[in-house]
Each structure stands twice: as structure tokens, then as C-alpha cells.
């Protein structure tokens, strides 16, 4: 059986080497280069200081701390984000930004360290890949993304919800409950990625799980619950949510915006939020769980996030576990890993380099199809493949 031409490569160990020194080098000097600008550190940072104070974080006339004419605006990050905010804030600015910096970078560590997990130690022990492709593709992949580029200049907080994810999900059917509670805890600072995968964990009534997860979230919105009063401080918080979407950067059909509502909203048909039927496929998924693999559910999940949900580009990032997932099935298919490596790396070519070429908006949503293709492609992978296990126990 013909290997993929990344298994084999995986021989030679200069180009192992090579591979991971160059991710990392990239992500050095991207770390740099980006260190001035942070725009979301400045959220967090402000809110920090805020509550530092006594604040409420969510008076939108908080939003001057870092210069007389620069006013952020609302803050609209849940309470439970405040212990990195309080963190960031018992710093000056610049050294906040190296804390931050170093977050993400520990985070993309992370996630690609679990999604390398989900490829060597999955649930079902059919699906192990030998050899030892995925443990320098993987990681460099995750590391120099563009995607995970992006987020470090800018100071986002995806990659640590997308690290806590992943290694919450892996850890929840690894019977490590409590861990994989406090994890799914951190997720939530950002309810568009994680609210799917809390579904499908209410569906498989992970309580264990949940609970723990509930008590570490409210035990993170101590401070905010003291400042503002524990009910009140939730108050504050939804009523910003309502302005979330006016900012420019939120507003479909400006470019920042990824989702399949924003595809048809380019293309002329305005349509409600379309996370209603996010949450119907998630049900789906789990009332036909047992034909599918496991370990490929929570790629599925963090597919119909950004799908269904609300995102933009750089939280594509939040789909490393698809990648994990297409390394299980297609390892051994040059032909489809082929296919598979092409559209990743169209997937993550920079959408600033083709605007220069591609003067349309609706043409630059190409990415939106591709998640859908790669997410059925997934899904029928994963059916084909339990249904074999089935037909060999």
C-alpha cells in the first residue's frame, strides 16, 4: 500500500529539522514585527484595570486608558475572561503585550500538541498511526498558520480557547472529568467557539464534566461579581452583546466577518443567524454518534461553529483538530492526501495577498465553502470508517 509522499518524507530527518525550525522562526519574527499593534490585548487590558479599580468593566467610557483620544469601546468578553485581564493589567502596557504574546504562543503549543494526541493516542486504537509524519507536520502546521499569526499581532484570544477545547474534549473521554471540566471552563471566555461542543456534552450528560466547568467559571467571575454584584455583572455584560455586531470588523460583508450567513449575505440574500441550525446538526451528530468516530467529532463541532456561528478568518485555527482527523483517515492515500494537503494550504493563504488580485468580495468567501466541503468529507470518512471497525470486532 502506497504511503503519501509527507509519510515518507518523515524518513529524513534534515527536512524534519528544517520543517519545524522554519514554522518556528516564522512565528519569532511575526512575533516581533506584530508586538506594536495588540489592538484586542487593549480590551483585556482595560478591563483588567478596571476591575483592578472597582470598575465596571462594560461602562463603555472605561475605554480611554491607554491615551487621551483612544477610546476602545464596549468590552464584550464574558466575566469569566477576568483573570487573564487582571493578569494582563498588573503589568505596564508593554510588558502585557510580551504576557499576552507569550500566551498565545504557549496555547498554539498546546493545540498542537493535542491535536497531534488525537492522531497517536486516539479513542479507538484501530486508528493509531505509526510513524512519525504527524509529529513534525503537524506542529509546524499549527505554529506558522496565518491564522495563528494573525491572532498573536493582534493579541486575539482563539488560540487559548482552541487549546482549551481540544484538550478538554480529549481529556473528557479519557476519564480525566476534572481536568477536562477546568478546560472547557477557560473555553467559554468565547461562547461562539465552545457553545457546541457544551451542547454536545450536555447531550452525552457529561454532569461530572459540566459541573465542575460551572463552578471554575463562576469561581473566575469573583472579582467582576464583587465589583458589579453577582447577577448584575451578567446583565451588564448581555446588554453589550447587542451592540457587538455594529462594530466595523463585525458587520457582515465588510471581509472580516466568516460564516455561512456572511457568504449569502455577499451574495444578496439576507438571512437570520444561522446558529439555530448549528445547533439541530450538533443534535444530529449525537443522535447518530455511534457511526462516527470519536476522536473526528470535535473537529466536526468546531466546524459548524465557525460555520453556523459567529467568527472571523483567524478563528479557522479552531479546525487543527479536521486536520488531525484527515492525518487518521488518509495517511496511507497519497492521491487524497494530495487533495487534502492542496485545499489546507488554500484555505490559509493569506486573504490580504488576494485581495490584492481578486477585486470580489463574494470570490474571497471561497474559504466558507471549502469548510463546508472538508466538513461533509469528515463526516462520510468517519461513517466509512467506524462502519469497517465494526465489520473486523
Not at 487543527?320 to 492515500?333: C, I, N
Request: charged share 10%; with cysteine; glycine share 6%.
Amino acid at each position: 500500500m502506497r504511503t503519501s509522499l509527507i509519510y515518507r518524507l518523515s524518513g529524513n530527518l534534515f527536512f524534519r529539522i528544517a520543517f519545524l525550525l522554519s514554522a518556528c522562526t516564522v512565528l519569532i519574527i511575526v512575533a516581533i514585527i506584530g508586538f506594536s499593534q495588540h489592538f484586542d490585548t487593549k480590551y483585556l487590558y482595560v478591563a483588567g484595570l478596571s476591575w483592578w479599580e472597582g470598575s465596571n468593566a462594560y461602562d463603555p467610557n472605561v475605554g480611554s486608558r491607554l491615551g487621551a483620544n483612544q477610546s476602545l469601546g464596549s468590552f464584550f468578553y464574558p466575566p469569566q475572561i477576568a483573570p487573564l485581564c487582571l493578569l494582563l493589567s498588573a503589568f505596564p502596557w508593554t510588558q502585557a503585550k510580551v504576557v499576552m504574546t507569550l500566551f498565545n504562543i504557549f496555547s498554539a503549543g498546546v493545540l498542537a500538541f493535542f491535536s497531534l494526541l488525537l492522531v497517536k493516542q486516539p479513542q479507538v486504537k484501530q486508528l493509531r498511526v505509526p510513524g512519525a509524519s504527524a509529529r513534525w507536520f503537524i506542529p509546524a502546521v499549527v505554529i506558522a498558520n496565518p491564522f495563528t499569526l494573525n491572532i498573536i499581532v493582534l493579541g486575539q484570544t482563539t488560540l487559548i480557547v482552541s487549546a482549551a477545547l481540544v484538550s478538554g474534549w480529549y481529556y473528557a473521554y479519557r476519564d480525566k472529568w476534572v481536568l477536562s471540566g477546568v478546560l472547557i471552563a477557560i473555553a467559554t471566555i468565547k461562547p461562539q467557539l465552545s457553545m457546541l461542543v457544551i451542547l454536545w456534552l450536555l447531550l452525552e450528560r457529561r454532569w461530572r464534566i459540566l459541573a465542575v466547568a460551572t463552578v471554575t467559571t463562576l469561581i473566575f467571575c469573583l472579582v467582576p461579581m464583587a465589583v458589579s454584584g453577582p447577577i448584575d455583572v451578567f446583565f451588564h455584560w448581555f446588554a453589550t452583546l447587542g451592540k457587538h455586531k455594529t462594530i466595523f470588523a463585525n458587520v457582515l460583508g465588510t471581509g472580516g466577518v466568516f460564516s455561512l450567513q456572511d457568504l449569502l449575505y455577499t451574495a444578496g440574500m439576507k438571512v437570520p443567524p444561522l446558529l439555530p441550525l448549528g445547533i439541530v446538526l450538533t443534535g444530529l451528530l449525537w443522535w447518530y454518534r455511534s457511526r462516527l468516530i470519536i476522536d473526528d467529532v470535535i473537529g466536526l463541532l468546531m466546524a459548524l461553529s465557525v460555520l453556523f456561528g459567529f467568527a472571523h478568518h483567524y478563528d479557522l485555527i479552531a479546525l487543527a483538530p479536521l486536520m488531525a482527523a484527515f492525518w487518521r483517515h488518509l495517511h496511507h492515500r497519497s492521491r487524497a492526501t494530495f487533495v487534502a494537503i492542496t485545499v489546507m494550504f488554500v484555505m490559509c493563504f493569506p486573504r490580504n495577498v488576494l485581495m490584492r488580485f481578486i477585486d470580489s468580495e463574494l470570490l474571497l468567501q471561497y474559504r466558507v465553502l471549502l469548510v463546508i466541503g472538508v466538513t461533509i468529507w469528515l463526516g462520510v470518512m468517519s461513517v466509512k470508517r467506524k462502519t469497517e471497525i465494526w465489520g473486523m470486532s
